[in-house]
């Protein structure tokens, strides 16, 4: 059985302005815009790699990257 | 007439100046009495591998030739009054960024579309204030054929030393003047300085010239321009400071260099009791009425402004003598003049003869005119 | 995209939250990425609005010029130095209406640049007033009792135009985008991409579009792609914005009058 990818994603904390669109296109919920009404990674081990977000911010703040087993 | 002599009609001079001068990219928009330059540069200009472009207007006109000397060519567009209007906001525009460019204009008579196939010479405070903002323009001044040949090429000459927008300001009259011209001698020409290395380049920064060396677009040193105020790196800011320093500058990379953009032509200054202030056209008839004043004994001078603008008070001075008179004659209601009284105050009489019926000023118009105001 | 085409120490951008500007601005990087063109050989041309802003924020030559003025700009930059690939970075305002003369000449001569309109359908920068792409009865501040005219169609514009290349594609479907973007800019001729985006803070608010999120994704919703459209009915087009390919002929071939004649 082949090993499921991860994807690690990373975030420019400097260029996000907390816009939500990440949350609104991610079909994992990865994302949440917490009670603080900032922008959190809370479910990465969902990523599917499918860069949505990653297409969709306005920002340049999010990469997604396939993560290397080591 | 001499083997090197040409006959040519201002327009066509200008047109032929400009391509002496290195211009290989012109774009224009037909207005009279302007109209000329474009046909002979649609002529021309691919026949020395160069670009002509009739745009959709005068705003396009300005916009595309902006664009061409971006990119490193020397440029020129045409127009008349009505089409300065509309090119006042890109003018600003290349004050802004720095773009070398040369405007014809010559002026028919206004406001509004006045009387297109009529001289004046009511654009002059145009050329100096038209575009909104603190700005300088250096603004070239011929009374002949031969003076639109010269001072097209100096126009562009200056245009790409100073990075500055410079007009050749002409009028109906000269445009379409036939002259024979000396066009023989290959003129000296002026290349814009460009930056040596592409580590650390900033396009705004200035060494004590404080012209930058802004890179031709395309040649690989990621340059930008904005017209709103920027920095060294070309990129907006809304820091005063730099909004400060930058309009100094525009202004001390010209009157730096006073000497070597102003020129006045004088004629017996030195005794001359009366001494006439003109440009272009007008300057023409003040000559031959000078002639023959003197010749009836009376000290009368001239002073003709080739450089209108920068207008520098202290040379105005110096060359203007000790005539306790000074009369301006001009074809508008008085625009040189409010630079003439603003040299010298009370200390000398300033009188205006000012005519705006659409016709030139005659040598004995200016003999009557001292006559009847017992000048 | 490489993030070696931004201009990193000019980020963050200064556009507002969920603006739709940098999603374009992505796709455009994206295109010219892919295309693997020289970024030396790339010059944007932008007018002024927030659109217009974009090409300071990429590592290429940029020239941020007047209101509606980028397309002769860029007309005189392309006839200097015709090797160049040059963009023109717009918005709706700023390229249909103060700009709207410039872009149908620059068409009708049929120039080679690549016009890329930022459409977020009204003037973000000075806040929020109708542009002519403004959609019939949309609220914005100088429309508060709805807009009365009708908008440009502004592929139609453009090919009425004689525009040799003309797409339309919408910011939720990058992939499109990006797709039509590269052919356009790999056009030999005038080309122009209506890029569909939001402005959340003005637009959206007025016209009760929801959340950033939400204008992003509800494109996928009002607009359908032209090999779907053309199945459909008018009716069931009603109020839907297409999206595609719309103009793909070859460049005009100028013959000039004092070309030599072939002999016989």
Known sequence: MPEKKTFRITHNRKWCKDCGICVAVCPKKVYEIDRSDRHAIVNPQNCIGCRMCVEHCPDFALTVEEAKNE | ???????????????????????????????????????????????????????????????????????????????????????????????????????????????????????????????????????????????????????????????????????????????????????????????????????????????????????????????????????????????????????????????????????????????????????????????????????????AGSLRFITLFPFDDDRVRKAAGNARTIVVPELNSGQLVLLVKRVFGDSRKVVPMNKINGDLISPQEILNFLREENL | MRLDLLRSERLPNIWCPGCGNGIVLRALLEAIDQLQLDPDNVVLVSGIGCSSRAPAYTAFDNVHSLHGRAIPVATGIKLANPDLTVIVVTGDGDSSAIGGNHLIHAARRDVDITVVVFNNYNYGMTGGQASPLTPTSSITTTTPNGMLDRPFDLVKLAAGAGATYVARSGIYFAKHLVDHLKKAIAHDGFSLVDAVAQCPTYFGRFNRKGSAGQMVTSQKDWMVLKSVAEKKTPEELAGKVIIGEFVNIERHAPVSAAAPKEQA
Not at chain 2, 21 to 34: D, E, H, K, N
Not at chain 2, 36 to 42: C, K, Q, R
Not at chain 2, 277 to 299: D, N
């Open chain 2, 1 to 299: 007439m001499s083997e090197k002599m040409v006959l040519m009609q201002g327009n066509e001079a200008v047109a032929e100046g400009a391509i002496a001068a290195g211009v290989r990219f012109y774009a224009g928009y037909p207005i009279t009495p302007s109209s000329e330059v474009a046909e002979t540069m649609a002529k021309r200009m691919p026949e020395v591998g160069g670009t002509f472009i009739q745009m959709e207007d005068e705003i396009a006109s300005i916009m595309a030739i902006v664009g061409a000397s971006l990119a490193g060519k020397k440029v020129l567009t045409a127009t008349s009054g009505p089409g300065f209007s509309l090119m006042q906001e890109g003018l600003g525009y290349a004050c802004m960024v720095e773009a070398p460019i040369v405007i014809l204009d010559s002026m028919r008579y206004g406001p509004s579309t006045g009387m297109a196939t009529k001289v004046s010479q009511m654009d002059l405070m145009q050329t100096r204030w038209g575009t909104h903002g603190d700005h300088w323009v250096i603004v070239l001044s011929p009374s002949s054929v031969e003076e639109s040949y010269q001072l097209t090429i100096r126009a562009v000459n200056l245009a790409e030393k100073y990075r500055n927008p410079v007009i050749v300001l002409s009028d109906e009259t000269i445009s379409h003047l036939r002259e024979p011209i000396d066009i023989s001698i290959p003129p000296v020409l002026v290349e814009r300085r460009l930056p040596t290395a592409k580590a650390d380049y900033l396009p705004y920064r200035t060494d004590e010239s404080l012209v930058p060396t802004v890179a031709n677009v395309g040649t690989g040193f990621r340059t930008s321009c904005t017209g709103l105020v920027h920095g060294e790196s070309g990129f907006q800011t809304a820091n005063g400071h730099v909004a400060e320093a930058l309009v100094e500058r525009l202004r001390d990379k010209l009157f730096n260099n006073l000497d070597d953009i102003i020129q006045f032509e004088t004629d017996r200054v030195e005794d001359a009791d009366v001494l006439f202030m003109s440009f272009g056209i007008t300057a023409r008839g003040v000559s031959e009425a000078v002639e023959t004043l003197r010749s009836h004994g009376r000290k």
